[in-house]
């Protein structure tokens, strides 16, 4: 329910309470798990930063307005005693600490503060007052660091490190916030009635670069000779030395296109002021060939005899450098370099005739090139031209080529049929992943499965079990019938052969007085030792522990065998043994854990992390929607490109599908948004492969 002034204020401020409480809940479980990330803190030092930056929460939540002192200085007269009156130097390398932090995270930071302004109805808000902003967590440092009581340098040298790391990933936990915003139909506050984001004193901010095409042409354009003329309104080709040289160089583009390849390297120019002598390469004669082929060369203006003193030659090489970008990138099916080489003479013509082609992030001709690769995302970098994804998109190119000339309508036809294949080609992925959805199901009964598999080793300890037989029911086989109920099912034979053999070596401790049940024990013990080894196998118990249980075992069935009864350990409550661990601050040391659902000829492949509370799971908003594509990577470091088709409401978990895949994976949103803030996943469903292949080739280095 959005916060609106139409909704009486008694049922509006319950909303807002409980957006702010969920908002508090969320911030400080991230932020505690970034601290044990950054730092290997004791949890007492972990809670004395949570709290600090909680109290600075509430307090900026509960003000009304500030004045005075508290604005001067940047630290509210409650929080000014965290500094020594003595240790300026502690205090300023603070307030660098939080300046530092505001610097790298000021767009999403930024937007969270306009929405804290809407949902608090507080217009006067003070930027530097904002309830998530660094200067609360440059508090909770501050009284963390006190708390430790390391001295002066190694508190100086934890703040660099902290500051690093936390830099590089408050982004994601502010993103994660305006997503909980969003879900709970919080809006920004129009900038209008609040003043602009605070940038530090002395510092000048370069503004982002808006367009990485335009930049990129831009350099080229600098490095050109001197007293070469700008490029004017009408298009490249406008500057060219005259209209007649500017009709030959499409009709050289239009040879080469019918060619099919890249041209050959032209001769030196002279000095003759003729055309030929000036450009030759636009008169140079094409052979005929009966097939074209498109190999990943680009075309340069050197190749077309433009000389590097001709603004077009910044043009046409601008492009050159974003398909050499292109065809660098190593996760992208060759098969779609192929078509997008095919399209470099349709672009380049567009570039000649248009003026916009640069500058407009929407030329319907670099959309097409984004669209393509859309409709490619999730499709093998080795797939063959026969793949039915490359099949449409050779085609499209195809169709491009034949039917463009000068009319940019062509592109916009297109992109219209691209965009129906790529919505086409996502409803089926979505269709197909509802095969998954009962597997997903079974992964969300984790927590009922605890508790099931809890009952059962409790059951097996109230029989008076030694206690080295009870530690390892509690700490070992539990996790195994975890794995299996969760795996398999609890109607599974596997499921009912793991719970015999701990009944089978239960009554192997047993006296065996008569001769029967001596030969009989004989007989069972191989199976039970193999069972046991093959569980522990499972979980990767390190061999020491796996002998020495095997040892007390071996000692109780040979005392057993003499008719001498073991020493049974008291029973143990079921408090004692594992369970969920719901603290904010608990999530952090659990591991995730790689298995695998089957149901038939389906497989879920899972990446999970035990223990951790469903709740927090439910609350965690991910900066990733349903139906987007994700790049991500298993626990052994394979990297999958898979579409998002199905977030649990159960636990949060994300079911992931790619036809080429032939299985599914479900992914604990933990571990996703880790790899989002590590840079080890990305979103790529709205991502600008032109774009993006002229920021690589921006930020090249230059050739030495």
């Known amino acids: 329910m959005p916060i609106s002034a139409d909704l009486p204020i008694n049922e509006a401020s319950a909303e807002a309470a409980a957006i702010l409480r969920d908002c508090r809940a969320l911030y400080l479980k991230e932020l505690g798990q970034l601290l044990r990330e950054a730092e290997p803190v004791s949890d007492l030092a972990a809670q004395t930063f949570v709290h600090s930056a909680a109290a600075y929460f509430d307090e900026m939540v509960a003000v009304a307005r500030r004045g005075g002192f508290g604005d001067a200085n940047g630290l509210t007269a409650s929080r000014i005693s965290l500094v020594k009156e003595n240790d300026l130097e502690l205090e300023i390398r603070l307030g660098e600490f939080s300046a530092k932090l505001l610097e790298s995270t000021g767009g999403d930071l930024w937007r969270v503060y ?19 902003g660094p200067k609360g967590i440059a508090s909770g440092l501050a009284q963390m660091c006190a708390e430790i009581g390391e001295g002066h340098d190694k508190t100086l040298a934890r703040i660099d490190r902290l500051q690093s790391y936390f830099a590089k990933n408050l982004p994601v936990l502010y993103t994660n916030l305006n997503g909980l915003f969003e ?12 003043s602009a984001p605070a940038v530090p004193a002395g510092r000048v901010v370069a503004p982002p670069v808006a367009n990485a095409v335009a930049a990129l042409q831009q350099n080229l354009m600098a490095q050109m000779p001197a007293g070469s003329e700008p490029i004017v309104a009408g298009g490249a080709g406008g500057s060219l030395f005259s209209q007649a040289m500017f009709d030959r160089l499409l009709s050289r583009l239009d040879e080469l296109e019918k060619l099919g390849r890249s041209p050959a390297a032209p001769a030196a120019v002279g000095g003759s002021a003729s055309l030929e002598d000036l450009i030759p390469g636009l008169f140079d004669r094409v052979p005929d060939v009966a097939e074209p082929e498109f190999p990943q060369h680009t075309i340069r203006a050197a190749t077309l005899g433009i000389p590097s003193a001709a603004p077009e030659a910044a043009a046409i090489d601008t492009l050159a450098l974003i398909f050499e970008a292109v065809f660098e990138m190593p996760d992208l099916p060759d098969v779609l370099k192929s078509a997008l080489s095919s399209l470099q003479i349709p672009l380049l013509k567009s570039a000649m005739i248009d003026a916009s082609f640069f500058a407009n992030e929407n030329h319907p001709a670099r959309i097409l090139i984004d669209r393509m690769a859309r409709l490619a995302l999730g499709v093998p970098s080795d797939a063959s031209s026969k793949h039915p994804v490359c099949v ?6 195809a169709r491009v080529r034949s039917e463009f000339a000068q009319d940019l309508s062509v592109f916009e036809r297109y992109v219209a049929k691209l965009d129906a294949l790529i919505s086409e080609r996502d409803q089926e992925i979505t269709q197909s992943a509802q095969a998954w ?7 969300d009964q984790r927590t009922e499965a605890e508790k099931r598999c809890q009952e059962v080793i409790v059951d097996f300890c109230a029989r008076g079990v030694p206690q080295g037989v009870a530690d390892f029911l509690r700490k070992i086989w539990l996790r195994v019938l975890l794995k299996v109920w969760v795996e398999h099912g609890e109607e599974s034979v596997i499921w009912q052969e793991e719970n015999m053999v701990i009944d089978n070596l239960l009554w192997s401790f047993q006296p065996k007085v008569e001769a029967d049940d001596r030969k009989r024990l004989s007989r069972m013990l191989p199976a039970i030792l193999q069972r046991l080894n093959r569980g522990m196998e499972l979980l990767n118990v390190p061999e020491a522990e796996r002998t020495e249980f095997l040892d007390i075992c071996f000692s109780l069935q040979t005392a057993a065998l003499r008719g001498v009864t073991s020493q049974p350990s008291a029973t ?12 904010l601050l608990a999530a952090p040391g659990a591991q995730p854990e790689a298995g695998e659902l089957k149901a038939g ?9 035990p223990g951790e509370s469903v709740l927090l799971g439910r609350l965690r908003p991910l900066p990733i929607k349903s139906g987007e594509w994700l790049a991500f990577k298993t626990l052994d470091g394979v990297a999958l490109l898979g579409r998002l088709c199905h977030v649990s409401t159960e636990s949060g978990k994300l079911l992931l599908c790619n036809p080429d895949w032939g299985y599914a994976v479900a992914v604990h949103p933990a571990v996703i948004e880790r790899q989002l803030r590590e840079k080890q996943a990305a979103r790529c469903s709205t991502l600008s ?13 230059p050739a030495s």
């Open 572 to 583: 143990a409550p079921a408090s004692s043994l594992p369970t969920l661990d719901t603290s």
């Open 114 to 132: 306009l929405r804290f302004v809407t949902l608090l109805k507080r217009p006067d808000l003070d930027k530097s007052d904002n309830p998530v």
């Open 601 to 609: 000829e389906l497989c879920l492949k899972t990446i999970d992390i």
């Open 437 to 443: 959805l009962p597997l997903l199901a079974r992964m």
């Open 689 to 701: 492969l032109f774009n993006n292949a002229a920021e690589k080739a921006l930020n090249r280095p």
């Open 183 to 194: 879900q709970r139909h919080i809006s920004a506050a129009q900038p209008s009635i609040v």
């Open 392 to 397: 449409q998109i050779l085609n499209i190119s």
